[in-house]
Every structure is written in C-alpha cells, then in structure tokens.
C-alpha cells in the first residue's frame, strides 16, 4: 500500500517508484510503403536491460534533445539512445558522480543538466563533465529530484533537504523556509509555465508558485489541494499547470479555483500519481502507481495498463514525448516503454530526422474547414512562440501557443467552436532564444472557417 506519510524522496523506499488499392507503378507503391513503415509501426516498444542497452529499469527521467536523442536517468547510470546506438556513462567509464539519476534538463547550448542522489548537479556537454555539489559550488543540497532551465537560461535545482536553487552560470541564489516564502525544503519537481513564472513541488508541504518576487503557497489546508505532495507538473497549451499528488489525485488550476479529478469524480484509476505530461493536443497523460498509464482528453479518460496493453509494468514514474508524438515512459522495474494510438513512428527514422533550415509558416489544412483544422510551423531554432488567431476585424480570438518550442516541425490543432463562419488569419511570431539570431520571424496567413 501507498503510504501518505512515506518519503517519496527516499530510493530504499519501494514507494518512491512507476493501407487502397494496388496500383500497379512501382515507385508510388515504394513511396506508400516507406509512410506505411514509418507512421504505422506497433504501438508497443519495450526496452528492458535484457534487449537492450539500458543499464537499469528503473527510468526516473527522460529528456530529448533537439536531434532527437533520448537522454535517460535510471537507477543504474545514465543512458543515450539515439535510435539505434546505446550509450551507457555510470561512476566508473565517466565523470558521473552517482549513478542514480532523478532529473534531467537540456539547454539550448545542448548540455545536459543531471540531478543525481547524493552526488550533486552535473554539467555534461558530450565530451566534459562539471560536477556542481555543496563541496565546491553554491549548491545547498546534494540529492537533486529535479532541474528546469527558465526562458532566460537560469538554470533552477529543487534540492532535498536544501530548498530550491537558482545557478545562473555564475551566481547561486539559494531559497529556502529561512529566507523567502519556500514552504519546505525538500523539492521534488519543478514546473516553468510560459509567462516564466516558477512553479516548486514540495514533498510534504504543498506547492509554491514564485513570479520571481512574490511567492504564492498553495497547500491542502489552504486551497483546493487534496495533497501537500506534489509528484510533477506540467501546463497545457492555455499555460494552466496541472498537478500530480502522491495521494491526492490530479488538479489544475485556473488561476482562481483549483479542480482535482479523483477516482470518485472522474475516469482516473487511482489517485496515486506519479507523473503528468501533455502533448501538443494537450491531451494530458498521467503516470500512476499501481494503476498504469491514464490517458484524459479533456471528456474521456484511456487508461493502459499490463494486462490490456503492452506496458510492461504498472507503475510509471516518469514520461516524455518527441517530435513525433511517441510517448516515451519510464516504469518502476519494468524498463522503457514506447507508445503511440495508431502506431509508433518507427524509432530509427528518428536518427535521420534534419531540423528544419528556415522559419515557415504552413497553410493549415483542411482549408476551409469545419471546425477544425491543423496548423504547422518549422523552427530551425529553439524560440519562444505565439501563435494567435484574429477574426476580419483584427481582434484576438484564440491563442493557440505562448511558450518555447524547440527547433523543429511542429503542428497544433484548432477547433473553431463557437466562432462564425468567415475569414481569420492566423500569426506566427517566434523569437529565437539563441543570442546569434537576433531576428524574430512574424507571418500570416488567411484561414477559412466554413458552416
């Protein structure tokens, strides 16, 4: 059983762990052969340390890089996949101070920000290691559960028993109960919506949101919590944060009011969560405890689990999703698994993905449409993008997008309930976060919404 008052913080504890017709013209025949094999491949991948190259089953974290590559902390050192090739750095073939790995962040410059337990931060840039600990750096604390790296490229550590730090490549400022509004010291995640704002998950003392002057503490006692232990948190395309608990179920909040689904009121199998991510059509996916992988679109609730899927293990500590939408999971003991409804896109074609060259803004399709349509843009740097939708007369009827995106292809959908029919356009503005691009790049295009 899962035990309110356990430290989730602790690794001895088993509960910290979770195809028409033939046409007879040989070329066109390859050509759907190839899409066939790449966008409807199983649904189900599993890499365990039995076949493959994983070090560890246990999967405490996932980061993906801008090429793709999968960077994976597990309980025995950390793993690179690239889609063919593995890649193992433990204690003893590099510069990794622990092979427990909780947390994972990668920064425009491409280097990999590792949480480790009991060994500090460390700094990986694919050929040197930094290692950042209480010994020789400003760090307050050397277990690390998570790292988040803000718009400015601050670099933001949520330390156990040490509070929350800041590194900003030089400087460490340093918040805990004694000198700001931090309302406990041992952190376990961290959440950076698009307005920059922090959001720090305590093990035990609820959720702290800091704007970077005001501290706003949300706690079961004093807001719609049902729980003071905050798992993960993650933000939907609208920027609301929702919020996993140990034993409290999933809220989110509104800015206002905050709404927690429960076993009892909603499709969610147990409300033991460990994890929370929402992919680019902000359907939310939920890791549990014992209960499996939970899929909520808003209305329906999908839940996957070992007995009716191809997940290998019931409980999900951690997930992730790539350019594709393949969702990557990390279970407790039971490896990785790779998901995707309809079929995975085949995880080798992601090693000859190219970024895009050049900014672009795509005709969404259909076009018209009723009601809804899909749009795509090219980012071939990382940026911080809007994209809004504007009716004939120029007002504001939709923002679609309002946060970083990564270098790469992108699409977002767009319902136009409730909307008239008629001529909007639609504005792509992205602003490139590597200082070498100083050029934002602003484009619109005209959409049709036909009743």
């Known amino acids: 059983m899962f035990n309110e008052n356990i430290d989730l913080i602790n690794p001895s504890n088993n509960n910290f762990l979770f195809w ?12 759907l052969l190839l899409i066939f094999e790449v966008q409807a491949g199983p649904e189900w991948i599993v890499y365990n340390s039995f076949n493959s190259g994983l070090p560890n089953n246990t999967i405490y974290s996932i980061a993906i ?13 950390l793993a690179k996949f690239d889609g063919t090739i593995w890649t193992i750095y433990k204690t003893d073939n590099s510069g990794l101070p622990n092979n427990l790995i909780f947390s994972i962040a990668i920064d425009d410059s491409g280097n990999k920000w ?32 998570a790292v988040a790296i803000d718009k400015f490229g601050n670099k933001w550590i949520g330390t156990s028993p040490g509070g929350v730090a800041k590194f900003d490549n030089m ?25 920059n704002t922090k959001w720090i998950g305590t093990n035990g003392s609820g ?11 949300f706690t079961a006692g004093s807001s719609g919590l049902t729980n003071n232990y905050i798992t993960s948190i993650a933000f939907d395309n609208s920027n609301t944060p929702w919020v996993a608990t140990a034993v409290g179920g999933l809220a989110k909040y509104n800015g206002v009011n905050w709404f927690t689904y429960l076993s009892s009121n909603s499709g969610l199998p147990d409300v033991k969560l460990y994890s929370v991510c929402i992919d680019q059509y902000d359907n939310k996916w939920i890791g549990t405890v014992d209960s499996g992988l939970v899929k909520f679109d808003g209305v329906n609730w999908t839940v996957y689990k070992k007995n009716n899927s191809g997940l290998p293990k019931n409980y999900i500590i951690s997930i992730n999703k790539d350019n594709y939408d393949n969702k990557w999971i990390g279970t407790y003991d039971g490896g990785l698994a790779v998901f995707k409804e309809g079929g995975i896109v085949n995880v080798d074609e992601e090693n000859i993905y190219s970024l ?47 946060e970083k ?7 977002v959908p ?7 029919s008629g001529v909007y356009f639609y504005r792509l503005h992205a602003h490139p976060t590597d200082a070498k691009q100083t050029n934002d790049f602003v484009q619109t295009k005209k959409l049709l919404l036909l009743r």
């Open 20 to 31: 028409k017709k033939f046409v007879n013209i040989k070329f066109i025949c390859f050509t």
């Open 65 to 77: 890089d801008k090429f793709g590559v999968k960077w994976i902390g597990t309980g025995g050192g």
């Open 114 to 145: 590792i949480g480790t337990y009991l060994g500090g931060l460390a700094k990986f840039d694919g050929t040197n290691w930094v290692i950042y600990n209480t010994s020789n750096s400003g760090i307050p604390a050397n277990s690390v559960y």
């Open 171 to 195: 400087n460490w400022t340093v918040y805990n109960t004694s000198n700001s509004g931090m309302p406990g010291n041992a952190v376990y995640c961290l959440g950076i919506d698009s307005l």
């Open 207 to 217: 959720l702290a949101k800091f704007d970077g002057t005001n501290w706003t503490i």
């Open 356 to 402: 895009p060259k050049d900014f672009k803004l795509v005709q969404n399709f259909p076009n018209p449409f009723n009601p809804s349509t899909t749009i795509q843009f090219d980012l071939p740097n990382a940026s911080y993008v809007t994209l809004k939708i504007f009716n004939i007369l120029g007002q504001e009827v939709a923002t679609l997008i309002n």
């Open 405 to 411: 995106r990564e270098a790469g292809q992108h699409s």
């Open 414 to 420: 767009w319902n136009a309930r409730g909307l008239a």
